[in-house]
């Protein structure tokens, strides 16, 4: 179908939604939809600033499946109850940018700015983040089975009863991050640091552990039945062994 | 610039089929549902996802704003 004719047809049916109304602004508003659709441009700034929209205000709670902004700078912007499935944000700018509650399966964010964001109760299921800032980000009661964290940035993030069950979460930089009642299970966090880490309540049942530094964190109170340590920085002789006794696999 | 309105109510609100007015008999006057879920499809097959999107904010945007200056007029 030609952009002419999906322009009438859109207005047609816009027309009859709001056959009611008596508004100047209708005639505008069609405008606005006319100039977005012929424009040259897929950019989403451009098109947002074509249409007298505000980059930072006007996208909470709307769909936004797929739509593509990599690299773009949408710092503080407000994506709360969006739903951004699939949508790719490579290295964009989203320092403390609002996810609340947002649906970003399977959406493309590695090495995305994301520090003091807010992500708490989004579903970033099977997301790309590796590489991606999450310094004081909060990320709380967040599902996030299956995501790539690897060589991801989360230092002071806090991650508090959250899903991660089958992360990858290589090399992820977690130190002094809230991780308590969080569920790790089956996730590999080979050669992560979780310096001073809080871990109350955490669940790493059938975990990959090689190499995580765990230095002034402490393991009291967290599950590892099944998990595999080796080579282990900041796990005493004395806590080995009563992680041993609680489960967890040393394989050195 | 048009601002869409961040209330609760509008943020929970579904982009189709979501204006509702009671008529005089106590029914509602929803708008053919199959009207909005064409404009739904229309949007989507036909445009990029960035258009689709910029454009379904265009409309609830101008929606919200409709309902506000509509509720200043009559209070």
Redesign the interface.
Known sequence: ?SDDR?IR??IE??Q??FSN?D?Q?KEK?FE??EQ??L?ET???LE??R?????PL????????????FDRKDLARA?F??SLLIRASLIEAELSSANFSNADLTHAFLARAKLTSANLVGANLTSVDLSGADLTNASLNNAILKMVDLSDAHCRCASIRFSDLTGAALHRVRLEEANLSSSNFRRANLSRANLQGANLFGADFTGATLYRVNFHDASLDGATVEGAHFSDNPGVSREMRRELIRRGAVFED | ????D?SEK????P?CGS?EKPSSFGFSNK?ALN??S??ET??SQ?????????????????ES??HR?HLEHTS
């Open positions: 179908m999906v047809r859109l049916l816009l009859r939604r109304e508004f602004s508003l606005l939809i977005v659709i424009a897929d950019d989403f098109l947002t074509i249409a007298g929209l505000s205000e006007s996208y909470g709670g709307q769909n936004l499946i797929g739509v593509s407000d709360s109850n | 610039m048009l601002h869409a961040r509008n943020l929970r609100e982009f204006h708008p009207e909005a064409e404009l229309l949007l036909t445009l990029s996802p960035n258009k689709r999107a910029v454009v379904q904010a265009l409309i609830h945007a101008w704003n409709r200056v």
